[in-house]
């Protein structure tokens, strides 16, 4: 027969609630009961019975998880690390992408109460307000620059500061002619809105004057994009002597139509980047960017939800955590590598 519960209590010498304690995540154990605990918890192999504690607790262990596209390295990196998080807490994420379509966000959202998932990580890219208000009693946290004073609890950089500091870089290695690769013209386009307004804010501090030729619109933030929009620059009367990308993608694509004209990185054109991608670490040359603590961020978003559904409470304790929308800004830095500083 498995080790249960009681097995961990009488080996660790504490109670059987303390060890249900421990294994549901209760935070006001102390650490040294924690470490005892765990360590009977690994010495006997007990693993805990989840389809028991979800029966108890009418929840399913499922939680969803939608993103605008799993084949940017950015997303697809988050996701794993909320899988993580998730995993921690003995849940499953089921992943859906949306396309930034706002179709597709509306009926994921309309469909959350006719699935059985206990909440919702959601980063949106065409809903805002109260369209995204209609989740009923399933707990949501939001990602992203797109919304800001929700509907539900909000985990996101100051996407602004971010590339007003990279700008900011840039400007001190003495570049003076700075592009910017990734301005929308589309309304719901606010993380392009917000790295642009950065990128405006530096260049203003300093005394430049903003060339709009140097201001580089996309489509999407794709290697593509920032290829052809590089390409456009160059061909431009006065090309630019720096490029800021307003993902790492973008930056990369850039990268490549650069060294098939023939010119230096860093020494012609630097180039820098935002969401410090793995591509970005082991491209030649490596990749200027601003590193948002991604971690950090899938931490908070899992227990954001957590504290909605009530989790890591002691055993019969009341439900979630009620209350107003919280909004929980995660830090960045920039990491200068060789595209703007050389080898």
């Known amino acids: 027969m498995p080790p249960g519960l009681k097995d961990v209590a009488a080996r660790a010498g504490v109670s ?34 989840v389809a028991a504690r979800q029966l108890r607790s009418g929840r399913s262990g499922v939680i969803a998880l939608a993103v ?30 949306t396309d930034g379509h706002a179709d597709r966000e509306r009926n ?52 602004t500061a971010a590339a007003a500091d990279v ?11 700075i592009a910017a690769i990734g301005a929308q013209r589309l309304p719901s386009a606010v993380t392009a809105h917000q790295r642009l307004a950065g990128y405006r804010a530096a260049l203003a501090e300093a005394g430049i004057p903003e060339d709009p030729r140097l201001v ?9 994009d920032g290829a052809a929009a590089m390409a456009a620059l160059l061909d431009g009367p006065e090309p630019p002597d720096a490029v800021f990308g307003f993902n790492d993608v973008l930056a990369l694509g850039a990268l490549r139509t ?64 009620e209350g107003p929308p919280r909004e929980l800004r995660v830090s960045y830095r920039l990491i200068a590598r060789e595209s703007t500083l050389g080898r």
């Not at 620059?145 to 996407?159: F, K, L, Q, T, Y």
């Not at 700008?167 to 002619?177: A, E, F, Q």
């Open 108 to 159: 994921l959202v309309a469909g959350l109460r006719r699935h059985a998932i206990d909440g919702l990580i959601f980063s949106p890219l065409a809903l805002a307000g109260e369209e995204l208000s209609t989740t009923g009693d399933t707990p949501m946290v939001l990602l992203g620059e797109r919304i800001w004073h929700g509907p539900a609890d909000h985990v996101a950089i100051d996407s």
């Open 68 to 97: 605008p596209e799993l084949q940017s390295p950015y997303f697809a990196e988050l996701a794993g690390l909320i899988v993580q998080a998730a995993e921690r807490r003995s849940w499953t994420v089921l992943i859906d992408q």
């Open 16 to 49: 059987i609630k303390t060890v249900s304690n421990v294994v549901n995540g209760y935070v006001h154990v102390s650490p040294g009961t924690r470490a005892r605990v765990q360590q009977a918890i690994d010495a006997l192999g007990y693993i805990p019975n």
């Open 167 to 177: 700008t900011r870089h840039l400007i001190g290695l003495g570049r003076r002619r």
């Open 216 to 224: 580089a619109e996309v489509e999407s933030f794709h290697r593509v």
């Open 258 to 321: 650069l060294l098939e004209r023939g010119l230096r990185v860093p020494e012609d054109v630097a180039v820098a980047g935002f969401d410090d991608i793995e591509d970005g670490r082991f491209s030649t040359p490596t990749l200027t960017t601003i590193a948002p603590d991604t971690a950090e961020l899938a931490r908070l978003a899992v227990d954001l939800l957590a504290e909605r559904l009530g989790e890591g409470k002691p055993d019969g304790e009341g439900g979630g955590t």
